[in-house]
Nanobody, 125 residues
């Protein structure tokens, strides 16, 4: 069964850190781009960070640059290390994946067809 399963969400105070993980399973082959999106209450879903799992190329939204780091243990597990968290980072964080031929598409937040169920991140002031 193809699935993306997020873990690691929780509640922290402003300035704290969290590490999210996305377990990728059941795909053959695995998607070569895995990304993290988030959706805050009353707001549209937005891309946060993406990684091309075959070449390690990464891409970040402006809101994530310098604070968040996307990484992978292997093709099956992708992490999002979040530091200096602020209340505006409060959202449901989703793992998403897609297949691409052109690595430049790591910088596109579109055409993600595979999604996890999400994990809640709450940052209190």
């Amino acid at each position: 069964q193809e699935q993306l399963v997020e873990s690691g969400g929780g509640s922290v105070q402003a300035g704290g850190s969290l590490r999210l993980s996305c377990a990728v399973s059941g795909y053959n082959p695995n998607p070569n781009i895995v990304a993290w999106f988030r959706q805050a209450p009353g707001k549209e879903r937005e891309g946060v960070a993406a990684i091309h799992t075959q070449i390690g190329r990464t891409y970040y939204a402006d809101s994530a640059k310098g604070r968040f780091t996307i990484s992978q243990d292997n093709a099956n597990t992708v992490h999002l290390e979040m530091n200096s968290l602020q209340p505006e980072d409060t959202a449901i964080y989703y793992c998403a994946a897609k297949f691409v031929f052109n690595p430049d598409y790591v910088e596109s937040w579109t055409h993600y067809f595979y999604w996890g169920q999400g994990t809640q991140v709450t940052v209190s002031s």
